[in-house]
């Protein structure tokens, strides 16, 4: 099998499957959906006002991914904006600058179903 990738759109890991055989490193993306979808400037905002939010945080506590979707979406727009957020974080998640934890326990961003929480990655891994 070969090294683990992780998709520069959505930040789950990507499957190797076997057409991929001859172009392995050339993969980028999970899905066509996400080669079409690539981060823009949108993305990258989420990505530092989540950095900023859990920069802003104590030590080990935790943020909410709609507090991120709140302070760029005004009103009730946010709630459009969960996935795309939830994406970002999968992405800093890949990068090592954040944790995602489901009951206070860092889980797997490409399985994680359900309400999260961010917090700044700590070095006790």
């Known amino acids: ?7 520069q759109s959505c930040g789950r890991i990507i499957e190797w ?9 050339e993969i980028r993306y999970c899905s066509t959906r996400c080669r ?18 859990v920069g802003q945080r104590v030590h080990k506590a935790t943020i909410c991914p709609n507090e991120a979707a709140r302070l760029l979406f005004p009103g009730d727009e946010w709630r459009n904006h ?14 090592g600058q954040i944790d995602i ?7 797997d ?8 929480r ?5 070095s006790e891994r």
Request: proline share 4%; charged share 35%.
């Open 36 to 53: 079409k979808s690539k981060p823009g400037v949108l993305d990258l905002q989420l990505e530092e006002t989540i950095l900023k939010l």
């Open 17 to 25: 499957r076997k057409k991929w055989e001859n172009c392995w490193d």
């Open 118 to 122: 961010l917090r700044k990655t700590t």
């Open 82 to 95: 969960m996935e795309r957020t939830r994406r970002a974080a999968r992405r800093l998640v890949a990068t």
């Open 109 to 116: 961003p490409s399985t994680a179903k359900g309400p999260i």
């Open 1 to 7: 099998m070969n090294a683990e990738k992780i998709c």
């Open 101 to 107: 934890l489901q009951k206070g326990q860092i889980v």
